[in-house]
């Protein structure tokens, strides 16, 4: 399966599945245009995208029509480079036109539908560099750009049309050729040293296991890190050692809102086989691997007291609570008595009244 792999609607998607193996970090530079046929009223029919990692950095919209950035670095670009913005909006609508003539060239895009295409250059820390163009239909992969042949790989029937006609226009396939190896590269590298701040920190992740149990009486370990930066991470599920996949569930290495990625992994095993298990975790910044197991919730002294003291406050103050309701329950009670069974004084009030009618 290719970058664009089944299902997968969306190549902003594969943009965060980008990298590299754990021990080499990459960088990228990718720009995501996506054509939508029969959009939704007030929807734009065409939209591209630039990334530098997975950070946005700028968009185009066929509405607007005018590339516009969207991190506060990137503005650094236009003090070298006035007129950048203005060659970003150039290459937006030049990409919506190719998408729109690649839509009448497949006659089977009728309805609704979408068409995507995705061009990346990535660079390592140790100096590799590559790129690649992709094209996708409705999520599916179309076609894809072999750069070092000039040629075009069809992954479907239907795109043996667009094949044939984009072999044929070598300038074309020329000129995408020197974006990826040269002109993206460039532009990749200067992101990075206008981003250096957000782009090349360092976080090492926080680990942790949690355990629950199920109906069944089995045990599901859950390994969570987060908080990390650079993205690339390699994290198994390891038994006495081994790696082990059996019953192993993965969560996608998602972006956090500050900018760090959070992943999780978790596994079903039996209660008695616990402690032969333990999450395995590689990292670029971290000095050395981290092996993590559950641990039984140990309960500090300190810990007890406060739970000793928690407890006789909660009794104190049930017993307050019961003393007082009791008090004024007990003044209501006099008081309704008082009513029914009137007082000496009322009673010579009363008489003294009496005798002064008399009079």
């Not at 399966?1 to 754990?22: E, N, Y």
Request: net charge negative.
């Amino acid at each position: 399966m290719s970058r664009l792999g089944r299902g997968s609607l969306l190549l902003v998607a594969a943009a965060f599945l980008l990298g590299g193996c754990s021990g080499s970090s990459w960088h990228s530079l990718c720009y995501l245009c996506t054509m939508i046929g029969e959009p939704d009223q007030n929807v734009p029919d065409f939209f591209a995208s630039g990334y530098v990692d997975d950070e946005l950095v700028g968009h185009y919209n066929s509405t607007t029509r005018r590339a516009v950035p969207r991190v506060a670095w990137v503005r650094k670009v236009e003090k070298e480079n006035p007129h950048f913005w203005d060659w970003n909006t150039h290459t937006g609508i030049y990409h919506e036109l190719k998408m729109k003539a690649l839509q009448d060239l497949d006659n089977h895009s009728k309805g609704s539908h979408i068409w995507q295409s995705m061009y990346c250059c990535e660079l390592s820390t140790d100096g590799r560099k590559r790129g690649f163009s992709q094209v996708a239909y409705n999520g599916e992969d179309y076609i894809s750009f072999d750069k070092e042949n000039l040629t075009w790989t069809a992954a479907v029937v239907p795109a043996q049309v667009t094949k044939r006609k984009w072999d044929a226009d070598l300038v074309y396939s020329k000129s995408l050729k020197s974006f990826l190896e040269e002109a993206c590269i460039d532009w990749l590298q200067k992101g990075l040293d206008y981003g250096r701040e957000s782009l090349l920190r360092r976080e090492p992740p926080v680990v942790t296991v949690s355990r629950k149990v199920g109906s069944d009486g089995l045990e599901t370990l859950v390994c969570r890190a987060h908080g990390f930066f650079p993205k690339e991470i390699d994290a198994t599920w390891r038994k006495d050692g081994e790696i082990w996949e059996q019953e192993t569930f993965r969560g996608g290495v998602v972006p956090n809102s500050d900018g760090t990625y959070y992943t999780w992994l978790s596994i079903k095993i039996h209660p008695e086989d616990r402690d032969f298990y333990r999450c395995h975790v590689e990292h670029n910044v971290l000095p050395e691997p981290l092996d993590l197991d559950w641990k039984v919730p140990v309960i500090s002294v300190t810990s007890k007291m406060g739970l000793i003291v928690g407890v006789l406050v909660g009794v104190v103050a049930g017993l307050l609570a019961a003393g007082v309701t009791f008090y004024f329950w007990k003044r209501r009670s006099g008081y309704q008595a008082a009513r029914k069974a009137p007082s000496v004084s009322d009673q010579l009030s009363s008489e003294v009244g009496s005798a002064q009618e008399n009079l």
